[in-house]
């Protein structure tokens, strides 16, 4: 096999698969990248550079990790397919400073192997994420005590638009809020679902976060900030008083603690959730938090 050449290219691709009679699985989203230039695009969007530690998720044949590995000082990779270990291993072999690890991401002790594995340099995470877990492989990072101020990840563009969305938006919704929360969150540009082998449905977009120093609102208690911005948006169609009845209940108590929660955020029970911006979210789980520690009845 020519190694001189890059993974990400029609015929390197194609010689891979056929050496390791490799196919694509769609359980695992698999799509492979054929277009170097989009590659060159990523880490430049990253600001990887040798002293940099990048995890990557999802390797595939390796065509990003070689492209991070010419730059950063370590990489990182998670591979839950069996199938790709030895490949990976065959097509990497020449960059010493990339670390293999076969383990599900939502899964491995990230806190634990980082730790062990890079001390006191950049971290980063530089990844082409399945369609299928997207989500939760994203948050598992962002809601995570390691100290990774930056994420470039491709996606498909759907779910990218989810998380730089605005309110009054179709995409805008629980997710949106979630990211926002913690990160500054910016589309660098969109992949076309021609570059891919085999090729997806839909084009993908590269998506950078960048950690906030703090998080964008001030909440009394995250835990319930979260869960009344999910309730605010399980039926879209439906009034915001509708949707937190629906999730809190409609006893009057309940009833009364969320209108007097609801005016003094100076809401409207009438509106949708898609209109509120987080900041608003905030007010009212704030408002609402402190009506419920000073209530003598359990809400």
Same mark, same amino acid.
């Given at each position: 096999?020519?190694?001189?050449? %890059?993974?990400?290219?029609?015929?390197?691709?194609?010689?891979?698969?056929?050496?390791? *009679?490799?196919?694509?699985?769609?359980?695992?989203? =698999?799509?492979?990248?054929?277009?170097?230039?989009?590659? &060159?695009?990523?880490?430049?969007? $990253?600001?990887?550079?040798?002293?940099?530690?990048?995890?990557?998720?999802?390797? *595939?044949? *390796?065509?990003? &990790?070689?492209?991070?590995?010419? #730059?950063?000082?370590?990489?990182?990779?998670?591979?839950?397919?069996?199938?790709?270990?030895?490949?990976?291993?065959? /097509?990497?072999? %020449?960059?010493?400073?990339?670390?293999?690890?076969? =383990?599900?991401?939502?899964?491995?002790?990230?806190?634990?192997?980082? $730790?062990?594995?890079?001390?006191?340099?950049?971290?980063?995470?530089?990844?082409?994420?399945?369609?299928?877990?997207? /989500?939760?492989?994203?948050?598992?990072?962002?809601?995570? =005590?390691?100290?990774?101020?930056?994420? #470039?990840?491709?996606?498909?563009?759907?779910?990218?638009?989810?998380? &730089?969305?605005?309110?009054?938006?179709?995409?805008?919704?629980?997710?949106?809020?979630?990211?926002?929360?913690?990160?500054?969150? /910016?589309?660098?540009?969109?992949?076309?679902?021609?570059?891919?082998?085999?090729?997806?449905?839909?084009?993908? $977009?590269?998506?950078?976060?960048?950690?906030?120093?703090?998080?964008?609102?001030?909440?009394?208690?995250?835990?319930?900030?979260?869960?009344?911005?999910?309730?605010?948006?399980?039926?879209?169609?439906? &009034?915001?008083?509708?949707?937190?009845?629906?999730?809190?209940?409609?006893?009057?108590?309940?009833?009364?603690?969320?209108?007097?929660?609801?005016?003094? $955020? %100076?809401?409207?029970?009438?509106?949708? *959730?898609?209109?509120?911006?987080?900041?608003?979210?905030?007010?009212?789980?704030?408002?609402?938090?402190?009506?419920?520690?000073?209530?003598?009845?359990?809400?």
């Amino acid at each position: 096999m020519d190694k001189s050449k %890059d993974i990400a290219t029609p015929s390197r691709t194609a010689e891979i698969i056929k050496t390791y *009679g490799l196919s694509m699985k769609k359980s695992l989203g =698999q799509n492979f990248l054929i277009e170097p230039n989009i590659l &060159t695009r990523i880490v430049d969007v $990253a600001n990887i550079n040798e002293n940099s530690c990048v995890i990557e998720v999802g390797p *595939g044949i *390796g065509a990003l &990790t070689e492209r991070l590995a010419r #730059v950063a000082k370590q990489v990182i990779a998670f591979e839950i397919d069996d199938y790709l270990i030895p490949v990976l291993h065959d /097509t990497l072999h %020449d960059y010493s400073n990339v670390t293999i690890i076969h =383990q599900d991401i939502l899964k491995a002790p990230l806190e634990q192997i980082v $730790a062990e594995m890079s001390s006191d340099v950049p971290l980063s995470v530089v990844a082409n994420l399945p369609y299928y877990i997207t /989500t939760p492989i994203i948050m598992r990072f962002v809601e995570s =005590q390691l100290p990774i101020d930056t994420f #470039v990840m491709m996606m498909q563009k759907e779910v990218a638009e989810r998380m &730089t969305a605005k309110p009054k938006t179709k995409a805008y919704g629980s997710l949106t809020i979630a990211i926002q929360y913690y990160m500054h969150a /910016t589309i660098a540009f969109i992949v076309p679902k021609t570059v891919f082998s085999p090729q997806p449905n839909v084009d993908s $977009a590269i998506l950078k976060l960048e950690r906030r120093e703090k998080p964008l609102v001030y909440v009394a208690n995250e835990d319930f900030f979260f869960e009344l911005v999910k309730a605010s948006f399980v039926q879209r169609r439906k &009034t915001l008083w509708n949707n937190l009845q629906h999730h809190y209940g409609k006893s009057e108590h309940i009833k009364e603690w969320l209108a007097k929660g609801l005016a003094q $955020a %100076d809401i409207l029970p009438t509106i949708r *959730g898609e209109a509120l911006a987080i900041e608003q979210f905030a007010k009212l789980a704030n408002a609402l938090w402190t009506l419920k520690e000073h209530s003598k009845s359990a809400i």
